[in-house]
């Protein structure tokens, strides 16, 4: 399966955002979809993660109730919608999937990774 994200760019603090995330290819295979980011100079981390039929989603602690994710299975995509964003958000956001029942928090479990999209958050 190919993932194409979108949707980053510039934005000021407390503004809102949504990424999307296309898949292509196979994507009769059900696959939970998450979404990670990388800010300059740190690791890689996980922000959320959905399951195939939308029925488990987690957060991490840091976006829990700012940001949610979703997915259209029907349109092959999956979304980040990104509220009270703040200069600690600012990183290159990839959408990722692995053909797992349930999301995995880890970043080592995904298989398949989109290009990334940029988001800047200025202060």
């Known amino acids: 399966v190919q993932l194409q994200a979108s949707g980053g760019g510039l934005v000021q603090t407390g503004g809102s955002l949504r990424l999307s995330c296309a898949a292509s290819?196979?994507?009769?295979?059900?696959?939970?979809v998450a979404w990670l980011r990388q800010a300059p100079g740190k690791e890689r981390e996980f922000v959320a993660g959905?399951?195939?039929?939308?029925?488990?989603?987690v957060y991490a602690d840091s976006v829990k109730g700012r940001f949610t994710i979703s997915r259209a299975n029907a349109k092959n995509t999956v979304y980040l919608q990104m509220n009270s964003l703040s200069p600690e958000d600012t990183a290159v956001y990839y959408c990722?999937?692995?053909?797992?029942?349930?999301?995995?928090?880890?970043?080592?479990?995904?298989?398949?990774w989109g290009q990334g999209t940029l988001i800047t958050v200025s202060s």
């Open positions: 290819g196979r994507t009769d295979s059900r696959y939970t």
């Open positions: 990722a999937a692995e053909s797992k029942v349930l999301p995995s928090r880890s970043t080592y479990d995904y298989v398949y």
């Open positions: 959905i399951s195939w039929g939308g029925g488990v989603i």
